[in-house]
């Protein structure tokens, strides 16, 4: 049942995701996606709401089933009317109302993670509590396969025309609108059923803020805050990962900037998905013990050198383009790069879930593990908009015209500054570097 719910809310994030890379393709600037990167933050403000989920409920109907139920068919209805007007939002390049409508539908998945994260804490016994990372994280990859990787590439008309067509057409086999109205109708389908056949235990008697309500529950959230040790994590998961900023969050825009098709860089993904259903499988192994962080403290500085491939990849994309594309050992160097960087990504998640899992108090738990995940989501959030904010100013647009002089065209390909791009990258990862020690004392803080 927790492959389900974590599958279901992987939809909507792989699908906000896609989005920005269907913006790209009609040539916004950098600052509107930083503007639509704020569709990502209710995962980093959930936590204003999440002692209101853990304390509102009726105990008929379940405690999680109570906010699941209710939050699911809002989902799937919100998906329906989204999928009438997101047309006429993106031909209109109404970035401000597409931004909108897409941080209330992530604001909706991310009520939908307080209470599964909640209810993992009950659901599964307490020696297997630290798997609940392993369902996340294999839920969440499949549901961001399909909201993403298989959306762009049934939605990209070359790539249809190219591998599933026999007659060329100009649009893909599946739009956004197609897209969104047959998930809002599982989502509606699927709450239907979990409504009605499936139970919930009551374990909710003994819990030291049980018949206190939500007052009780905003008190306990605060005694938390005042713990040293959470204090400690809180520092270390809101810094530790702007180093990663501009690699995570600016690669793949660069790419489809510099003429990479966005359906070849999504199916780039495909032979990942393996490695990323068994990775966490076996990364478990070693996060279940009473140990979890060792793993996220040694993907660190492997995760920081991958940003600097990275940037050598947007830097060499432009000279390796040719007039029938991109050769195929320029897409075996970025599949390569990315399952290197997927590694190091999914050890630090996977561990970093694993952490939070098995330290969290189950009695509050949605409120507890919510804390520390919302810190967590808050510490690549933040440095991630504000990169995306710095890009166009660390930007210029030139073009050659017909007689080989520089002249400024809406058609010009915005591109980042040499030496400020190098400036840049030698400020970040001498920082992450530099931080890189602290970082360690704080995990052996947690881990010895």
């Given at each position: 049942m927790m492959y389900l719910f974590t599958y279901l809310q992987g939809i909507p994030l792989g699908l906000a995701t896609s989005i920005p890379l269907l913006l790209q393709s009609r040539r916004i600037s950098y600052s509107e996606q930083a503007l639509f990167s704020l569709v990502f933050w209710p995962f980093?403000?959930?936590?204003?709401?999440?002692?209101?989920?853990?304390?509102?409920?009726s105990r008929r109907f379940?405690?999680?089933?109570?906010?699941?139920?209710?939050?699911?068919?809002?989902?799937?209805?919100?998906?329906?009317?989204?999928?009438?007007?997101?047309?006429?939002?993106?031909?209109?390049?109404?970035?401000?109302?597409?931004?909108?409508f897409f941080f209330i539908l992530e604001l909706l998945a991310a009520t939908q993670d307080i209470v599964v994260?909640?209810?993992?804490?009950?659901?599964?016994?307490?020696?297997?509590?630290?798997?609940?990372?392993?369902?996340?994280?294999?839920?969440?990859?499949?549901?961001?396969f399909l909201g993403n990787v298989l959306f762009l590439a049934l939605e990209s008309a070359s790539f249809c025309n190219r591998y599933l067509r026999t007659e060329p057409s100009d649009v893909g086999i599946v739009t956004l609108a197609d897209f969104l109205h047959f998930w809002g109708a599982v989502f509606v389908v699927t709450t239907t059923f979990v409504a009605?056949?499936?139970s919930e235990a009551w374990t909710f008697e003994k819990g030291p803020v049980a018949g206190h309500g939500v007052l009780a529950t905003y008190q306990q959230l605060l005694s938390i805050l005042k713990l040293r040790s959470v204090q400690l994590y809180c520092l270390m998961m809101l810094t530790c990962k702007v180093g990663f900023a501009a690699a995570d969050n600016v690669t793949g825009l660069k790419l489809v900037e510099s003429g990479v098709p966005k359906a070849q860089l999504a199916m780039l993904a495909v032979p990942l998905v393996p490695l990323q259903v068994i990775l966490p499988l076996v990364i478990i192994r070693y996060t279940a013990g009473p140990r979890p962080l060792h793993i996220f403290s040694a993907a660190i500085p492997f995760r920081l050198l991958m940003g600097l491939v990275f940037a050598l990849l947007v830097w060499l994309t432009p000279y390796v383009k040719t007039d029938s594309g991109f050769p195929i050992h320029y897409?075996?160097?970025?599949?390569?790069?990315?399952?290197?960087?997927?590694?190091?990504?999914?050890?630090?998640?996977?561990?970093?879930?694993?952490?939070?899992?098995?330290?969290?108090?189950?009695?509050?738990?949605?409120?507890?593990?919510?804390?520390?995940?919302?810190?967590?989501?808050?510490?690549?959030?933040?440095?991630?908009?504000?990169v995306l904010w710095l890009v166009d100013p660390l930007s210029s647009s030139a073009c050659?015209?017909?007689?080989?002089?520089?002249?400024?065209?809406?058609?010009?390909?915005?591109?980042?500054?040499?030496?400020?791009?190098?400036?840049?990258?030698?400020?970040?990862?001498?920082?992450?570097l530099w931080k890189l020690d602290f970082y360690l004392d704080i995990l052996c803080y947690f881990t010895n």
């Open positions: 980093s403000l959930k936590l204003l709401w999440a002692p209101l989920v853990d304390s509102i409920f379940g405690r999680r089933k109570s906010w699941l139920v209710p939050t699911q068919y809002l989902l799937g209805i919100f998906m329906l009317f989204l999928a009438r007007n997101i047309d006429a939002l993106l031909e209109a390049k109404n970035i401000v109302a597409i931004t909108a994260d909640g209810w993992a804490l009950t659901m599964l016994s307490k020696e297997n509590v630290g798997f609940a990372s392993t369902c996340n994280s294999i839920g969440h990859t499949a549901g961001y009605i056949f499936k897409y075996m160097a970025l599949l390569v790069s990315y399952t290197l960087h997927q590694i190091s990504l999914y050890s630090m998640f996977v561990s970093q879930m694993a952490f939070n899992a098995k330290v969290s108090d189950p009695t509050i738990g949605g409120t507890y593990m919510t804390l520390l995940n919302t810190v967590c989501n808050l510490g690549s959030n933040w440095p991630g908009t504000l050659k015209g017909a007689t080989g002089s520089t002249e400024l065209s809406c058609n010009c390909v915005p591109s980042l500054v040499p030496t400020r791009q190098a400036l840049l990258s030698c400020i970040a990862i001498t920082a992450g």
